[in-house]
């Protein structure tokens, strides 16, 4: 009895020990930006004890002390966190990098990714800082295989170009269709003027009016079969861009605002004044001794001059003393100013989700009134009306005000600010004695740069995007929907040149009105039925699609005012005997059926087929009709069971096939002949208006298709910790739409649209995503993608006429020159076709003589250099989380690309048109009779100098790092805030490359705008 009192005494003691050491363990579960995850499941390991996080992501449990407990949900890395007293324990999840399951966003609806049969790239935006950037496109570069983007100009609301898989398109745009929530969206307008300066560079037109904090994702629709279901307009690829919509659960309030400061990354290297004087006194010299026949120049004259006049030059001494430097760039420039705010709220019920936003964004260029500012706002709702029904709407509301400055590579009269900015004489004052403008007294034709700040100019871009949606279920698994929307861009800009330019007080002020209205309706009707039976799963859609473009214009302008001081507010004062007037309108619109059927066996054996036919009101009605089909499947090899022996090494592999067609008709309306106004008709002493022909039409002109086989290879390791994804492919484009066919001389018009040739490019891309790092307090995971892609001519038009060094196939961007031969050198007889070559200039091979005409440089002496495109482009992308600290680092960069020369080794004496214009510091490496160990050629004018020989080609390259931001997320009571986050972020800290003019990417021309690195801190906070 007593051994069974002590046993029973010791129980009762071990199970109040073990129920001591079980305590209540709280805390809250957050995503990495702090906000709160309803959902999340918390179990104590080993045990089958959990609980689920409530809607403000706080959970409370019981669980012995020592214990482990386990954090897991879909979508999320599970972690696992040991309780030893912590409290609160809290835990922020981290987002699957790649998931099979993760659905993305295809034509007409979603899919998983572990069903995929085409090439599909998904941008992931939650490891991309955006809230800093004027707009999401110069965030996608290198962050998807297949995708180059380029900054077209580094200007304030620089546009980006967008390219997907190549360009092997001619006339007929190389743009991919870009769909923002369902809507096919078109570009607004850049509006020109008919003043002088009318050139403002070039912003984003598609992606301006959106938000960047409000895009949920970015897919990228590359290879035919995933984008034949947009047909005729996706011959170039697709991107789609999807926004945030509500969640069920309590109202989240999150604020975000940040400030930038913008330094130009780099100027033009120019001579200050008292460098301008002796050089180009330096540059008089040796053209004195070239024209006289002097020193090493003796040689090389068939007539010297005897006893020639001593050598005056032309700036003397005191002036180079006493010289005094206008640094114009600096006149013309400033440190740029950005501030962004963004204020958004979603939540919702289990039958209504909603989200709304709005963010204000303001950036001050580095350009002096070259400014930019955008209000959008974005509401998205969502409501299931009953059991079979549900309904919604998307509205997104923009404007965007730029204060535009003169840009361009124009030069002379029609110089812009940088321009004349960098090639205006340094020792001239910015005001003459009258205070007025001072001109240069070598180049009276060319405008004082500062002057060009007086100019008025002013753009406004009002856009309003609507859709709304009705989706029905009246049988089980079938969703009828039907999708309407509205998209208005209305684009206005208004200028005047006022008298204080030199432009301006030769027409006393002019000033100019352009507006321009453009407006498309879609209407979206779809079919979506899906059916499993056994291991077998079929998907089907059909559908009916009405797009219709509207599109109408006004302007009008006036000269000769009383006073400056109108501006552009009061265009009936000017006196101008004739004003201009002017106005324009289209409409077209394009209708369309179409089918998907996707089929699953057993998960495994996948196929894809699409078929759909457009119907563009731009082509004569026996030509409208383009039918593009596309089909392709896929294998999971992974799941056979023959694999399953490699399941811990290989977890993810899939092989795709497929083929498929698209189009392209992007020439306007060509098919009819086009009438307009002309003057200068004379009846007996009269001038009349007449009208005349302007364009004539091709009723025969039809769609332009694109037909692509690609081939794809996707493999994830170790739990899919590492993925890879290969692609190949091969388009061919057939029947090119070109705009300006050559007809014979006897015809009114000589030009016309017509469709001729084939060209044809093929590629290779790589996307590598990993996560290196994964434990309770540290996450690293890594982005790597490649794309490269070759193009040429597969068929010419019948009518073309090659020159020598063409060939039929080559490249479609080539470069064809001369060969140059080094530098002549003193004593050297000059070949003898280059008879009047000197010392110092470039010796160009004669590589081949035309009958008749030996010795001479001609186009037998071309030869093909290569293309323009990069041997390939990259992006390298990697985000680290370690407790409260986050931190990105980005870069993207392009490798191989041939480029002639820069302004560096351009703007030096010598070449063609530099007289007395500020050269850059290159000039200083020139070849005199006395600096011959130098490879910039000689100052002297030199017919073959520039840009028609190989002799400044080079491959150049480079790294961009885009991003560096560094984040801590602030521990805050939960009772005050859900989260703070505060960040810094560098953007553009750096580029590595080999090209010595002002930026890699941005050097469109030899005038770039100055691409800028930006210094940024911001907020993030979550109520």
């Not at 510091?921 to 028609?948: C, E, I, K, M």
Request: glycine share 10%; charged share 20%.
């Amino acid at each position: 009895m007593k051994k069974i009192v002590l046993l029973a005494l010791f129980g009762i003691f071990n199970i109040q020990q073990v129920f001591s050491q079980n305590v209540t363990v709280s805390g809250s579960v957050t995503g990495v930006s702090g906000e709160p995850l309803q959902g999340i499941s918390v179990v104590v390991k080993g045990t089958t004890s959990g609980v689920a996080s409530d809607s403000n992501g706080n959970y409370s449990l019981k669980a012995p002390d020592g214990s482990i407990l386990v954090f897991s949900c879909v979508g999320f890395v599970t972690q696992e966190v040991e309780y030893s007293g912590q409290s609160p324990l809290n835990v922020a999840m981290v987002e699957e990098s790649v998931g099979l399951d993760e659905v993305v966003v295809v034509g007409y609806g979603v899919q998983k990714k572990r069903d995929l049969t085409g090439a599909v790239s998904s941008i992931k935006l939650e490891d991309t800082p955006v809230a800093t950037l004027s707009n999401i496109g110069h965030a996608m570069a290198g962050k998807a295989s297949g995708l180059r983007v380029t900054q077209n100009s580094a200007q304030v609301g620089g546009g980006s170009k967008f390219r997907i898989r190549g360009e092997t398109s001619i006339n007929a745009g190389n743009d991919p269709l870009i769909i923002i929530d369902g809507f096919p969206v078109t570009s607004a307008s850049n509006l020109g003027t008919n003043l002088r300066y009318s050139n403002a560079g070039s912003t984003d037109n598609l992606l301006e009016s959106l938000n960047p904090n409000d895009i949920a994702s970015i897919e990228i629709l590359k290879d035919a079969s995933s984008t034949a279901i947009y047909g005729s307009r996706a011959g170039h690829g697709v991107i789609i861009v999807t926004t945030k919509r509500g969640r069920q659960g309590q109202m989240k309030v999150n604020y975000s605002g940040n400030v930038s400061v913008q330094n130009m990354k780099n100027g033009y290297d120019m001579l200050n004044s008292k460098e301008y004087f002796e050089h180009w006194n330096k540059v008089e010299y040796e053209r004195y001794l070239q024209k006289n026949g002097l020193d090493i120049y003796a040689a090389y004259s068939s007539n010297p001059t005897l006893n020639p006049a001593p050598f005056a030059p032309r700036y003397s001494d005191a002036q180079i003393a006493a010289a005094q430097t206008t640094d114009y760039f600096k006149e013309v420039t400033r440190t740029g100013i950005q501030n962004s705010h963004n204020l958004s709220m979603t939540g919702g019920s289990e039958n209504t989700q909603y989200m709304a936003s709005i963010n204000y964004f303001d950036q001050q260029g580095v350009i002096k009134n070259n400014n930019m500012e955008r209000l959008t706002a974005n509401v998205n709702l969502d409501r299931q009306v009953s059991k079979y029904m549900k309904t919604g709407i998307s509205f997104n509301i923009s404007r965007n005000r730029y204060d535009n400055v003169p840009l361009g590579d124009a030069e002379w009269e029609n110089s812009g600010i940088i321009v004349s900015a960098v090639r205006f004489a340094p020792y001239v004052p910015v005001r003459d004695a009258d205070g007025k403008y001072s001109l240069n007294p070598d180049m009276t034709q060319t405008p004082n740069p500062v002057s060009l700040l007086e100019i008025k100019d002013n753009t406004t871009k009002d856009r309003m995007l609507g859709t709304a949606y009705l989706q029905i279920e009246p049988v089980k698994n079938l969703l009828l929907k039907v999708s309407l929307g509205a998209d208005r861009k209305y684009a206005k800009r208004k200028s005047y040149l006022p008298t204080t330019t030199l432009a301006g007080a030769a027409s006393n002020g002019s000033a100019f009105i352009t507006e321009e209205d453009r407006m498309d309706y879609l209407m979206d009707l779809t079919a979506n039925y899906n059916l499993t039976f056994g291991s077998h799963n079929i998907t089907a859609l059909a559908g009916y699609s009405y797009q219709q473009f509207n599109v109408e214009g006004f302007s009008a302008g006036n000269s000769d005012f009383p006073i400056d001081g109108f501006f552009y507010n009061n265009l009936g004062v000017g006196n101008y005997p004739k004003p201009s007037v002017g106005s324009w309108a289209s409409k077209s619109a394009l209708g369309s059926y179409f089918g998907r059927v996707n089929y699953s066996f057993r998960g495994k054996y996948l196929l894809t087929a699409t078929i759909r036919a457009d119907g563009d009101s731009d082509f004569n009605p026996d030509y409208r009709w383009g039918y593009f089909p596309s089909a392709s499947i896929g294998w999971r090899f992974s799941d056979e069971n023959f694999m399953q022996a490699l399941s811990g090494i290989v977890s993810n592999g899939k092989l795709r096939v497929g083929y498929g067609q698209t189009g392209n008709s992007n020439v306007g309306n060509q098919i009819w002949n086009s009438y307009g106004a002309g003057t200068g008709f004379v009846f007996g002493e009269n001038g009349s208006t007449g009208v005349n022909v302007t364009r004539l039409g091709n009723p025969a002109l039809t769609w332009e298709t694109t037909s692509e086989y690609n081939i794809g290879l996707d493999l994830g390791f170790v739990g899919n910790r590492i993925n890879v994804s290969l692609e190949y492919y091969d388009r061919t484009i057939s029947d090119l739409l070109v705009t300006a066919k050559s007809l014979l001389s006897y015809h009114e018009i000589t030009k016309m649209a017509a469709n001729i040739g084939k060209t044809r490019g093929k590629g290779f891309e790589v996307t590598l995503n990993t996560v290196n790092i994964s434990s309770d307090n540290l996450y690293w995971s890594s982005d790597l993608t490649v794309s490269t892609y070759k193009d040429r001519w597969e068929e010419r038009d019948p009518e073309w006429k090659p020159a020598v060094y063409q060939q039929a196939k080559d490249p479609i961007r080539p470069i064809y020159r001369y060969r140059a031969d080094g530098l002549m050198a003193v004593g050297e007889t000059a070949p003898a076709w280059q008879p009047a070559l000197l010392p110092g200039q470039i010796k160009l091979k004669n590589l081949a003589d035309e009958e008749g005409k030996e010795n001479t440089l001609n186009q037998y002496d071309q030869e093909f250099i290569g293309s323009e495109d990069p041997a390939f482009s990259f992006g390298f992308n990697n985000t680290l989380r370690y407790k409260n600290f986050d931190f990105n680092i980005y870069f993207y960069g392009e490798v191989g690309r041939w480029r002639g020369e820069s302004y560096y080794d351009n703007w030096v004496a010598g070449m063609s048109g530099n007289n007395f214009q500020n050269l850059s510091r290159g000039t200083f490496d020139s070849w005199f009779h006395d600096n011959r160990n130098t490879r910039q050629p000689s100052v002297l004018p030199n017919t073959y100098a520039n840009r028609t020989n190989d002799y400044w080609l080079k491959k150049i390259s480079y790294i961009r790092c885009r991003n560096i931001t560094l984040g801590y997320t602030v521990p805050v009571s939960k009772k005050i805030v859900n989260s703070i986050r505060v960040y810094a972020d560098v953007n553009n800290p750096f580029v590595i490359t080999n090209w010595n003019g002002v930026d890699p990417e941005t050097d469109n021309d030899r005038y770039a705008y100055p691409n800028v690195t930006s210094f940024s801190f911001g907020i993030d906070i979550s109520f």
